[in-house]
């Protein structure tokens, strides 16, 4: 059986994307149910996964339910190769440093919520918040491109960290932006953040008052089609025929998509999909 995997809003929701990188970036497969925080409909997915904790993100297979992101990582680094990294020295300071993430950094975590949807202008970290940066910069420093090489867990952990570095224009050194950027440029990053984008979900405790501009990177110029016909008859997700709400106008070319979901994580970043790639100009 496959693992399915319970998150909440994608777009804010720092331990849901680092529950779903642990799959996604290590080409495991995995069912996922999303529902926005503090709904309804998120409560009865806790109650039916039954783990009691009230958080996401959650696993589960075959009746076995793991309620946490470092249990997850563990059990996942037993079935699938490469996780951690190869060497034991590595291998001992990759898991120091998710444990310092998972325990830790909690004045960023909480001065600079996660929210993926736009950058901050003007936010002015704290003393404590420069301190954790500070720290973040430290055990970065000296990283071969991802922190031991091969993308691993530690990235993983730190993954939304860099989204927050981002997010929040945090001043950070030259390595440490590389390695942000590192982050951003991460195609499954980038379906992560689309797919936020696409759940309209908008959560005002995790918003600050602060003008914004667009998050980093280029993405094609991309809008809601109303007229086909589309170049392409089925989806190129699901294989399913297009739907009359699924068309989206990519650079001038309209695409269409089974649903408007499929639809609208393609505008937020169309070259984030592979399987849209041939489609495109
Ligand atoms: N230690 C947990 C933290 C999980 C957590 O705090 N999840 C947040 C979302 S990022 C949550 O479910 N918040 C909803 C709430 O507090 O009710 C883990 O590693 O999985």
Same mark, same amino acid.
């Given at each position: 059986?496959?693992?399915?995997?319970?998150?909440?809003?994608?777009?804010?929701?720092s331990?849901?994307?680092?529950?779903?990188?642990?799959?996604?970036?290590f080409?495991?497969?995995?069912?996922?149910?999303q529902?926005?925080?503090?709904?309804?409909?998120?409560?009865?997915?806790?109650?039916?996964?039954?783990?009691?904790?009230?958080?996401?993100?959650?696993?589960?297979?075959d009746?076995?339910v793991i309620?946490?992101?470092?249990?997850?990582?563990?059990?996942?680094?037993?079935?699938?190769?490469?996780?951690?990294?190869?060497?034991?020295?590595d291998?001992?300071?990759?898991?120091?440093?998710?444990?310092?993430?998972?325990?830790? @950094?909690?004045?960023?975590?909480?001065?600079?919520?996660?929210?993926?949807?736009?950058?901050?202008?003007? @936010?002015?970290?704290?003393?404590?918040?420069?301190?954790?940066?500070?720290?973040?910069?430290?055990?970065?420093?000296?990283?071969?491109?991802?922190?031991?090489?091969?993308?691993?867990?530690?990235?993983?952990?730190?993954?939304?960290?860099?989204?927050?570095?981002?997010?929040?224009?945090?001043?950070?050194?030259a390595?440490?932006?590389?390695?942000?950027?590192?982050?951003?440029?991460?195609?499954a990053?980038?379906?992560?953040?689309?797919?936020?984008?696409?759940?309209?979900?908008?959560?005002?405790?995790?918003?600050?008052?602060?003008?914004?501009?667009?998050?980093?990177?280029?993405r094609?110029?991309?809008?809601?089609?109303?007229?086909?016909?589309?170049?392409?008859?089925?989806?190129? @997700?699901?294989?399913?025929?297009?739907?009359?709400d699924g068309?989206?106008?990519?650079?001038?070319?309209?695409?269409?998509?089974?649903?408007? @979901?499929?639809r609208?994580?393609?505008?937020?970043?169309?070259?984030?999909?592979?399987?849209?790639?041939?489609?495109?100009?």
């Open positions: 059986m496959m693992w399915e995997l319970l998150i909440g809003d994608r777009i804010y929701s331990w849901s994307l680092r529950g779903w990188l642990l799959f996604e970036a080409g495991t497969p995995v069912k996922v149910t529902a926005p925080m503090f709904s309804e409909a998120l409560a009865a997915h806790l109650a039916d996964f039954g783990s009691g904790s009230g958080l996401v993100p959650q696993m589960r297979r009746g076995v309620w946490d992101t470092l249990a997850m990582a563990e059990t996942l680094a037993e079935e699938v190769p490469g996780m951690w990294p190869a060497a034991a020295a291998r001992a300071r990759a898991r120091a440093m998710v444990a310092e993430m998972h325990s830790g @950094f909690t004045a960023l975590r909480s001065a600079c919520p996660m929210n993926m949807r736009h950058v901050y202008e003007g @936010f002015e970290p704290d003393d404590a918040v420069r301190r954790d940066l500070d720290r973040v910069e430290a055990l970065w420093s000296g990283a071969p491109g991802w922190l031991f090489g091969d993308y691993s867990i530690a990235d993983v952990f730190y993954a939304p960290v860099a989204m927050r570095i981002a997010g929040y224009g945090l001043e950070v050194g390595e440490a932006q590389a390695y942000v950027e590192r982050h951003l440029a991460h195609k990053v980038r379906r992560w953040r689309a797919m936020g984008i696409a759940e309209h979900s908008v959560q005002p405790g995790y918003d600050l008052d602060l003008p914004t501009h667009d998050w980093p990177g280029t094609r110029p991309a809008r809601v089609a109303t007229n086909g016909p589309a170049v392409n008859e089925t989806c190129p @997700f699901s294989g399913r025929p297009v739907a009359p068309l989206a106008e990519v650079d001038g070319r309209v695409i269409g998509f089974c649903n408007s @979901f499929c609208d994580k393609v505008i937020a970043d169309a070259e984030a999909w592979s399987a849209v790639r041939p489609l495109l100009t």
